[in-house]
């Protein structure tokens, strides 16, 4: 029995671990202002961008969103590739080695639903609490080059040769051997089709989040903390396929495994602290901090383990009645769901404002992702009444396939949310 126990214990060790997720966004009201929500004290999704917001006011407070979110990186290129054809020029070999070393398309559709109980006696003798459902689907598509066999060495009747690109913007030619073309060629790896794979993969995450906050008053400020605790249950689906010359242009189109899912459980902790000033006629700046994800949970399975590590954001607001001015910022980067050779990060930076007026509220921003190439992304929300509420975000660089220009980074919301 002792010998079971250490033999899955090894196994699991010699798997491969895949690190994931980035911050996210749920909800609409973030959304529309840069993707800014660690301070912003009026938000129903404190649960999920920072609990200690959650005794930022007396309000109780109910929210709702559905959301899509698509992003690609290299992948338009890929899939003009003409697999049968991939020697056709040395321009066309080298620019296949580079898309695919460093390539993502992701689909992500995130939506929850928030209810957070809140009044003057609560949050003055208990603290406020507040219970979530979060259900979030993570579709990946992204190749897996062996870095072994990438080398430009073409065959030439019955000698071999080494392409390196030279100063002059042309190649030149290195004589080599057939062991050298076999062990290390990206051609012959191609036409083997037993090296580089198409990868994709789909990761359902449910999360169950119970929030809790307490406010401590100081003298012209209050300091408020904050803990989630989550149950967590993860499905995943992966399918490889090897790069080759039977490869169609179809696969690079759906990026959702069609294998059977698995199921793997665990718990996450979230910890986050607002600071606010609190002057008589100046109580409307906010300063805020969270770690998610702090344990760092692990979702185990047969081919792979997937962890999602810590993910620390700062956030600063002006949080008056009728106007808010938000601003956000990851402190590291993010691992995104991704199997490239070239690991795919997030680090986000953005900030928006917020009319808030009697019917409705208008919301616009902006955000960067500065490890990643989707340009500078601009976000605009409206909110009627509380029932219905868009949000959009859309990326400034575009992506080309099939003669289509969309842009590399798109995410629609659509929810409501409303405070007493």
């Given at each position: 029995m002792k010998k079971t126990i250490v033999f899955l214990s090894a196994l699991g060790v010699l798997l491969p671990s895949?690190?994931?997720?980035?911050?996210?966004?749920?909800?609409?009201?973030?959304?529309?202002?840069g993707g800014a929500g660690v301070a912003l004290s009026s938000s129903p999704y404190g649960v999920y961008y920072n609990p200690a917001?959650?005794?930022?006011?007396?309000?109780?407070?109910?929210?709702?969103?559905?959301?899509?979110?698509y992003r690609q990186k290299n992948i338009d290129k890929l899939a003009n590739v003409d697999f049968t054809n991939i020697t056709s020029s040395n321009e066309s070999l080298e620019s296949f080695k580079d898309i695919i070393t460093d390539n993502n398309l992701s689909m992500i559709s995130q939506n929850g639903i928030v209810f957070q109980l809140g009044s003057s006696v609560i949050r003055g003798e208990f603290g406020v609490i507040s219970l979530a459902y979060f259900g979030s689907v993570y579709a990946?598509?992204?190749?897996?080059?062996?870095?072994?066999?990438?080398?430009?060495?073409?065959?030439?009747?019955?000698?071999?040769?080494?392409?390196?690109?030279?100063?002059?913007?042309?190649?030149?030619?290195?004589?080599?051997?057939?062991?050298?073309?076999?062990?290390?060629?990206?051609?012959?790896?191609?036409?083997?089709?037993?090296?580089?794979?198409?990868?994709?993969?789909?990761?359902?995450?449910?999360?169950?989040?119970?929030?809790?906050?307490?406010?401590?008053?100081?003298?012209?400020?209050?300091?408020?903390?904050?803990?989630?605790?989550?149950l967590m249950n993860g499905l995943f689906s992966v399918q490889d396929i090897y790069l080759g010359s039977t490869l169609s242009q179809d696969h690079f189109k759906n990026p959702f495994s069609k294998s059977a899912y698995e199921s793997s459980t665990n718990f996450g902790v979230d910890l986050g602290m607002m600071y606010e000033i609190d002057f008589p006629k100046f109580r409307y700046l906010t300063f805020g901090v969270v770690a998610k994800n702090v344990n760092s949970p692990m979702f185990k399975y047969s081919s792979r383990n997937i962890t999602v590590k810590p993910q620390y954001r700062v956030g600063v607001a002006y949080n008056e009645r009728y106007?808010?001015?938000?601003?956000?910022?990851?402190?590291?980067?993010?691992?995104?769901?991704?199997?490239?050779?070239?690991?795919?990060?997030?680090?986000?930076?953005?900030?928006?404002?917020?009319?808030?007026?009697?019917?409705?509220?208008?919301?616009?921003?902006?955000?960067?992702?500065?490890?990643?190439?989707?340009?500078?992304?601009?976000?605009?929300?409206?909110?009627?009444?509380?029932?219905?509420?868009?949000?959009?975000?859309?990326g400034t660089r575009?992506?080309?396939?099939?003669?289509?220009?969309?842009?590399?980074?798109?995410?629609?919301?659509?929810g409501g949310s409303f405070s007493f």
């Amino acid at each position: 029995m002792k010998k079971t126990i250490v033999f899955l214990s090894a196994l699991g060790v010699l798997l491969p671990s895949v690190d994931g997720l980035e911050f996210g966004g749920m909800g609409n009201v973030s959304a529309g202002m840069g993707g800014a929500g660690v301070a912003l004290s009026s938000s129903p999704y404190g649960v999920y961008y920072n609990p200690a917001l959650l005794s930022a006011d007396n309000k109780t407070k109910f929210g709702y969103t559905v959301g899509i979110q698509y992003r690609q990186k290299n992948i338009d290129k890929l899939a003009n590739v003409d697999f049968t054809n991939i020697t056709s020029s040395n321009e066309s070999l080298e620019s296949f080695k580079d898309i695919i070393t460093d390539n993502n398309l992701s689909m992500i559709s995130q939506n929850g639903i928030v209810f957070q109980l809140g009044s003057s006696v609560i949050r003055g003798e208990f603290g406020v609490i507040s219970l979530a459902y979060f259900g979030s689907v993570y579709a990946s598509l992204s190749v897996q080059a062996d870095p072994n066999r990438m080398d430009l060495i073409v065959k030439n009747g019955s000698d071999y040769e080494k392409l390196t690109s030279n100063t002059m913007g042309g190649y030149d030619f290195t004589p080599t051997s057939q062991a050298d073309y076999e062990a290390h060629s990206l051609v012959y790896a191609l036409e083997q089709g037993n090296a580089h794979k198409l990868i994709t993969s789909t990761f359902l995450l449910s999360e169950i989040p119970i929030g809790y906050a307490k406010t401590f008053y100081l003298k012209n400020s209050n300091l408020n903390f904050g803990i989630a605790l989550k149950l967590m249950n993860g499905l995943f689906s992966v399918q490889d396929i090897y790069l080759g010359s039977t490869l169609s242009q179809d696969h690079f189109k759906n990026p959702f495994s069609k294998s059977a899912y698995e199921s793997s459980t665990n718990f996450g902790v979230d910890l986050g602290m607002m600071y606010e000033i609190d002057f008589p006629k100046f109580r409307y700046l906010t300063f805020g901090v969270v770690a998610k994800n702090v344990n760092s949970p692990m979702f185990k399975y047969s081919s792979r383990n997937i962890t999602v590590k810590p993910q620390y954001r700062v956030g600063v607001a002006y949080n008056e009645r009728y106007f808010t001015l938000a601003l956000d910022a990851d402190i590291l980067p993010n691992e995104l769901l991704n199997f490239s050779y070239q690991k795919q990060q997030s680090q986000m930076i953005g900030g928006g404002i917020k009319f808030d007026l009697e019917f409705l509220d208008l919301r616009a921003g902006i955000m960067k992702d500065i490890r990643q190439d989707d340009g500078l992304i601009l976000t605009a929300g409206i909110n009627i009444l509380g029932i219905f509420d868009i949000a959009l975000q859309s990326g400034t660089r575009l992506g080309e396939a099939k003669g289509y220009k969309i842009p590399k980074y798109l995410d629609l919301k659509v929810g409501g949310s409303f405070s007493f």
